[in-house]
């Protein structure tokens, strides 16, 4: 069975630019939700989709925006990018059990903003 | 809001020894989730050993066991027998029982070495 996978696996973009990252769920997982990795802030929570619908939204700006198709696969897009924006943006996937199913990793995507 | 802290920002151990990594966390909530996650350097995230707070007893998983404190809001993780492939970084994360959602909220992390 295929794990999480996140395209691009690294990309390099200039500020002001927009970009948008993409994650394939492992077959039969409904719940996708993305964390943005930093040295200095660590992991934090960006969203969560189940069922095409955002479910939960973490404390990042408007120009952090994501959307799920009804394939359950996801897309992240950052509008006008910031130096700060430079990070590993996880993806994990879950069959969402009603008592608590283990979240899949991706691979992450290595964002540089030049 | 919950928060998580790990205060071990790095450790070591030998080869085969045993080592324990702390996690306090903070949380109204009386259920609840807790989970270690080992990401090694440059792969991916995995789990390692969750807990559901309505369990008193410890969870293991092989080399892996926690100690769970509900009431201290403390829990550690604990590697028997360490071996080279342990050697990444370790992230605590909590998660809501309540409204349904899957998100975590993760401590910083400690960089566990196994030296040789």
């Known amino acids: 069975k295929a794990g999480v996978t996140q395209t691009p696996r690294y990309l390099i973009k200039t500020r002001g630019q927009q970009v948008t990252l993409s994650c394939s769920p492992i077959?039969?997982?409904?719940?996708v939700s993305w964390y943005q990795q930093t040295p200095g802030q660590g992991l934090q929570f960006l969203f969560e989709y189940f069922s095409e619908t955002q479910r939960n939204k973490g404390n990042f700006p408007g120009r952090f925006s994501g959307r799920q198709f009804s394939n359950s696969r996801s897309e992240m897009n950052v509008s006008t990018l910031e130096l700060g924006d430079s990070a590993l943006y996880l993806c994990?996937?879950?069959?969402?059990?009603?008592?608590?199913?283990?979240?899949?990793f991706g691979p992450g995507t290595r964002l540089t903003v030049l | 809001a919950q928060t998580v802290t790990q205060s071990q920002p790095e450790m070591s151990v030998q080869e085969a020894e045993t080592v324990t990594l702390s996690c306090t966390y903070d949380?109204?909530?009386?259920?609840?989730?807790l989970f270690w996650y080992k990401q090694p350097p440059s792969r991916q995230m995995i789990l390692v050993i969750r807990q559901e707070a309505y369990k008193q007893q410890n969870a293991t998983e092989n080399r892996f066991s926690v100690n769970f404190q509900k009431a201290a809001k403390s829990f550690s993780l604990k590697i028997s027998d360490s071996q080279l492939g342990d050697a990444a970084m370790y992230f605590c994360?909590?998660?809501?029982?309540?409204?349904?959602?899957?998100?975590?909220?993760f401590g910083k992390g400690t960089k566990l070495t196994v030296n040789p």
């Open positions: 077959s039969g997982h409904r719940s």
């Open positions: 994990a996937s879950s069959r969402d059990y009603p008592g608590g199913g283990e979240q899949f």
């Open positions: 994360a909590y998660r809501s029982m309540q409204g349904g959602s899957e998100k975590l909220v």
């Open positions: 949380t109204s909530e009386s259920d609840y989730y």
